[in-house]
């Protein structure tokens, strides 16, 4: 069932490309704009009713955006669009760590980091590159296959580091348990990585952990916010 005509055939519901052309994007609900995304329906629902069954059934934007490519084909999600889908949210995942931003404080990072975290069903990494500016020069995101730890390689991100160069480093991952936390393994993975660094004159400026509950900052614990 194509977008075409106003209202779908044989209903009063209205069809968002139509009232995104008359109203604006922003006017559009959430289910309007998935329908856009999605562009057609199934033999049994104009696109907006399936839009809203997918929604419904998942719990919202926030559930969709949890969906992996299994699931959404297997909700009735053609290839293609769930491939849309999941590109759309590794963009709106990515933005807050675009590279020439500056990193400035433990909170707005951790603030960033929630929605980058939130949908992984399992741990990951995030490795932060920065410039003497601590300006980002570039990231790195790994997922592990496992829900408990996800591998630091620390001779990666030292290579990584010499290679761009870069003058700090900073690293963040989340855990599935919510309770945001370091593990006795998390603590000598950060103090193996920052005396590896140390060696070659980069700074390891800050472990993050975060959760839906929170997170905790290494350099908070010291007392210490800014990263300035």
């Avoid at 006017?27 to 998935?34: A, H, I, Q, R, V």
Wanted: proline letters at 3%.
């Amino acid at each position: 069932m194509e977008l075409g005509d106003r209202y779908f055939r044989g209903t009063n519901i209205e069809k968002p490309r139509e009232k995104a052309i008359r109203n604006g994007i922003a006017t559009l609900d959430d289910s309007e704009l998935l329908a856009l995304l999605l562009n057609t329906g199934t033999k049994n629902e104009n696109v907006v009713e399936f839009s809203n069954r997918i929604l419904y059934e998942k719990g919202g934007l926030r559930g969709l955006v949890s969906l992996d490519y299994d699931d959404l084909t297997t909700f009735g999600v053609k290839k293609t669009k769930a491939f849309l889908l999941l590109a759309m949210r590794e963009i709106i995942r990515r933005l807050p760590f675009e590279e020439n931003k500056s990193v400035t404080d433990t909170y707005s990072l951790a603030k960033d980091l929630i929605p980058l975290f939130q949908t992984e069903k399992c741990e990951s990494l995030l490795v932060l590159y920065l410039d003497k500016r601590k300006m980002i020069i570039k990231r790195e995101i790994s997922t592990s296959k496992s829900v408990e730890r996800v591998k630091v390689d620390v001779t990666s991100i030292l290579k990584t580091s010499l290679s761009l160069p870069a003058s700090f480093v900073i690293t963040a991952h989340n855990h599935c348990s919510s309770i945001p936390k370091p593990s006795l393994k998390d603590l000598e993975v950060f103090k193996k990585l920052r005396k590896i660094l140390s060696d070659s004159n980069i700074i390891l400026l800050d472990n993050l952990i975060v959760t839906s509950k929170g997170y905790w900052s290494e350099l908070e614990e010291r007392g210490i916010s800014s990263l300035n």
